[in-house]
Every structure is written in C-alpha cells, then in structure tokens.
C-alpha cells in the first residue's frame, strides 16, 4: 500500500491538514481572509435523523458545495501558491470552475509534477468544507457528489504513488483520512477505503469496501450515508453508485467499520475534494468534481 503525505512534514504517514490546522495555515493569508473564514459554532446535538443509526444522532448545518456560483466562495481553497478562501481565489490552472452539460457546473483540479500548496506536503489541488461538514461520534450523516476523471488521467496510479479523490479528513495532526477514495489501492480503480486507526498515527490497515473501474469522461454519482464512530461495531457505511445501492466486498451493503480515529477531543471529520497525491509523480492528473451535498437524511439533499 501506498502511504498518503503529512501537509505539516516530509516523511509523514497521511494526509493532515485538520480543521484546527486550517485557522493556523490561515495565518500566511491576508488577514481580511482570515477574519472571512472563522470557525463556524459547533453542531449541537439532536434526536437521530436515521432509523438505520444505532446510537444517538445529532444534527448539523446542511451544506452545498456545488459550484452553483460560477467560482470556489462554497469552499476553502489549497492548491499551488494558494492557501485560503475560496472567494477570494482567482482561479488558476490547478482549479477553476467550468461549464458541465449534466451539472450545470463542476469544479476542475489539475495537478502537475510539483504542484506543492504554500504549507508543502503532498502534491495536491483540493477544497475544504472546513466546519460546515464536520462528522463526529453518534452522529449518523447523508453525502451526495459526483467525481469524473479526464480521459488523460493516469490508470497506472498504484504503480506511480498513492492518491485520492475524495476525503472525510481527520482532525488530528497525524494519521490518515478514516475514510477517502482512493486511485492507488489498484490500478484503473476507484476504491472506497476505511483506514482503521487505533490512535492518530496508530494504523490497524486499510480495507478496501468497495471498488469501481475509473470510467474516465463518464460521471460517478454517489449518495452514502455514513454512522460516525471510532467503534467497528458501531459505525457504519452505506453507498449508491450511479443509483443502486452497493454490495460491498464482504457481501453486505451496510458496512460496518470505525469511521473516526480514536483520541480526538472530541475525535471529527471533515470533507475535502479534488486530487491529493504522492510527490514526484511525473504524469500530470486532472479530476472534476460537482455536486457536493451533505445533510441529516437523504430527503434533505
């Protein structure tokens, strides 16, 4: 398996910009774009929204992310030579906003061979939802987004390096995303990946749920609902791919798995997207990204 890269350290184990990170890397921006992107309040919480969860729920902001404004204002923005917020982006190779005959827009991340955002790390063009997407323990979670891969997207990935499309992001500074999409577990494959953590940093290995060829120039369309949970036996994913509802590689379509990372305070995810990837790959790969929603229940999407 291939490791992701630390955005805080050269020989890091995962990807690691937290949401507390994120008030920190603020700092190298203007301060006008700092004071435009403070921390919304914590989600309180609320009766349970699903009757599939199986512990206590608790609500959250709704939130759309689907470029719907023409430009990034939905999204914290980090790419080559940027590091802040999305309406204040003005646009650049490595992301821009683009007319989509299906989605009426869609997001397009490029990423070349030394694409390092200000802060380093890895390799990388990706949006932030930062708070406004937070997941936590017993809170059960609904997301809808569509990802398509340009035809000239590398189908060797697992050869080249680790990399990933799609992240629900811990909030420690160590460790890798609990849950991402993945282009490295296999070559040519889209795979949905649990890495179970018994601390930040503390990896039980990586489980692959569920898989689907890369299908470039062709939309995946995805609704899942996750149970946030550090606990295998508690937290749960389920997934719609292009409308159906999956099975996953262990035969069932409710996955259980821990979600969360044990040892945060309290241990929460937050959702990023674009193409995140290992340094030094040569070939450049470009992903788009539409659609982005996240609410209590399905209906509310």
Not at 23 to 51: I, N, Y
Not at 160 to 180: F, I, K
Not at 271 to 285: F, L, S, V
Request: contains cysteine.
């Amino acid at each position: 398996m291939h490791e992701h890269v630390r955005a805080d350290s050269a020989m890091p184990r995962g990807p690691t910009v937290d949401r507390r990170g994120f008030g920190r890397l603020a700092l190298v921006t203007t301060a006008a774009v700092t004071a435009a992107c403070a921390p919304q309040p914590p989600p309180k919480p609320t009766a349970p929204a699903s009757a599939t969860a199986r512990v206590v729920d608790a609500s959250a902001e709704s939130f759309v992310g689907d470029y719907g404004t023409g430009n990034f204002s939905q999204w914290w923005v980090q790419c080559k030579d940027y590091n802040g917020a999305g309406r204040a982006f003005p646009g650049s190779y490595s992301a821009s906003v683009v007319p989509d005959p299906v989605h009426a827009y869609a997001a397009r991340f490029e990423v070349r061979e030394g694409d390092v955002p200000p802060f380093g790390g890895g390799e990388r063009s990706e949006v932030s939802g930062g708070e406004k997407t937070l997941g936590f323990e017993g809170q059960a979670r609904w997301y809808r987004f569509a990802t398509m891969f340009d035809p000239t997207f590398p189908a060797d990935h697992a050869s080249l390096g680790w990399g990933l499309t799609n992240q629900w992001h811990g909030d420690s500074n160590d460790g890798s995303p609990p849950l991402n999409w993945s282009v490295s577990y296999q070559d040519g494959q889209w795979t949905l990946l649990a890495d179970r953590q018994s601390s930040p940093g503390g990896y039980l290995g990586k489980v692959a749920l569920f898989s689907v060829p890369l299908d470039p120039g062709t939309w995946h369309e995805v609704d899942m609902q996750i149970l946030w949970s550090a606990s295998d036996s508690t937290g749960f994913v389920e997934l719609w791919h292009n409308g159906v509802r999956q099975t996953f590689t262990d035969g069932s379509q409710t996955y259980h798995v821990r979600t969360l990372v044990p040892g945060g305070s309290p241990s929460s995810v937050y959702y990023k997207e674009g193409y995140y990837r290992q340094n030094g790959i040569a070939p450049t790969g470009i992903v788009y990204h539409s659609a982005f929603r996240s609410a209590d229940t399905r209906e509310a999407l």
